[in-house]
């Protein structure tokens, strides 16, 4: 595996090149701690992550992704970014158009805005732990009044850089795009760690309204010790998606 930083649009980035391309790339888009550097990534200095980006490329993937002003909370800031850094890409590397995407946490949001600009191109989505709601999140920290705080502090920032300071902005419905998805989705639900625990109920609702759809969707509960096996099934869907080219 070939490691390569470089900034997009004065965001750093980082690509994972494998030794042998299967012609398809995945776009990680990761949750709070998520960062990256002109050095190295949160994916590359935690050792689960890490093994997960090492299985992605000894299968042949090419995998990237962007700091993306960090705490981002799926502002559309973020989103349009993403698709230019996808576009940009696309471009440079020789790749199929459509990819997969990997949204973790918060990356969550991003991801699943970004599904009507990619369009066709999205291969498959995958989701692990995901917030899917902010509304719900947010209701879920008020418990907690100092994550509180700054929970709403973070958010608040994220979305005053787009001149959006209403909160009805942050409380958008976004699940929609998921639910009229076509293309095959993919939730790893954390049992004993996961921040985001108000999502549970959402998430089964999507599943059911997409399994009405008879749209592709598979739903686990994992145990955070259990990386191996949630990589070994996710890498399995990812191929499951890859028979139409």
């Not at 990619?118 to 209701?139: D, F, G, Q, T, Y």
């Not at 592709?216 to 010790?225: G, I, K, R």
Request: with cysteine; net charge negative.
């Amino acid at each position: 595996m070939f490691n390569e930083t470089f900034q997009f649009e004065q965001e750093w980035c980082m690509i994972h090149y494998p030794e042998k391309p299967n012609g398809f790339a995945i776009f990680i888009i990761g949750d709070t701690q998520h960062y990256v550097n002109d050095e190295t990534s949160f994916w590359l200095e935690n050792k689960g992550r890490e093994m997960m980006i090492s299985a992605f490329t000894n299968e042949g993937y090419l995998v990237y992704y962007s700091n993306l002003f960090g705490r981002n909370w799926g502002n559309d800031i973020a989103v349009k970014h993403a698709f230019r850094l996808y576009q940009y890409i696309i471009r440079q590397e020789i790749l199929n158009n459509k990819i997969h995407v990997l949204g973790e946490g918060m990356g969550a949001l991003a991801a699943i805005k970004l599904i009507p600009f990619l369009k066709e191109n999205i291969r498959s989505l995958v989701l692990i732990s995901p917030c899917v709601s902010l509304e719900a999140h947010m209701n879920q920290e008020q418990r907690r009044k100092f994550f509180y705080k700054k929970l709403l502090r973070e958010v608040q920032f994220a979305f005053q850089q787009q001149g959006e300071g209403n909160p009805e902005e942050w409380q958008e419905d976004i699940t929609t795009n998921l639910v009229e998805m076509k293309k095959g989705l993919c939730i790893f639900q954390r049992i004993d760690n996961n921040s985001y625990k108000s999502q549970t109920e959402r998430l089964k609702e999507i599943m059911e309204q997409r399994n009405r759809n008879h749209s592709p969707s598979t739903f686990h509960f994992v145990l955070s010790d259990q990386q191996m096996n949630m990589t070994n099934k996710l890498i399995s869907f990812l191929k499951e998606q890859e028979n139409d080219l």
